[in-house]
Nanobody, 118 residues
């Protein structure tokens, strides 16, 4: 089982930037990695994903503002967040998912709080 630990959250003013990091306890080489977020009273939603061959996908609400990246050698995934808005306030979760020999492995981190407020 792989464990993920997020870091980099905090309080930032509207228009500011933050960079989230997710460190894995094992290899992420075959995993599709993603960032999800959950705001109070709302369902968890996809923010961005990056596959093992570095194909990326973004939620419409963050496209052009957020960038997901991965470093397989360091077993880390990052989310650069620019031009932050109050509606980006949420707990951000790192996710790793892979399908191997018919089994799906799906792991989550504990989350890191991002608050965008003046």
């Amino acid at each position: 089982q792989v464990q993920f630990v997020e870091s980099g959250g905090g309080l930032v003013q509207p228009g500011g930037s933050l960079k989230l990091s997710c460190a894995a306890s094992g290899s992420i080489f075959l995993y599709t990695m993603g960032w999800y977020r959950q705001a109070p009273g709302k369902q968890r939603e996809l923010v961005a994903t990056i596959t093992s061959d570095r194909s990326t996908n973004y939620a419409v609400s963050v496209k052009g503002r957020f960038t997901i990246d991965r470093d397989n050698a360091k077993n880390t995934v990052t989310l650069q967040m620019n031009s932050l808005r109050p509606e980006d306030t949420a707990v951000y979760y790192c996710n790793g998912r892979r399908s191997i020999f018919g089994r799906v492995d799906d792991y989550w981190g504990q989350g890191t709080q991002v608050t965008v407020s003046s």
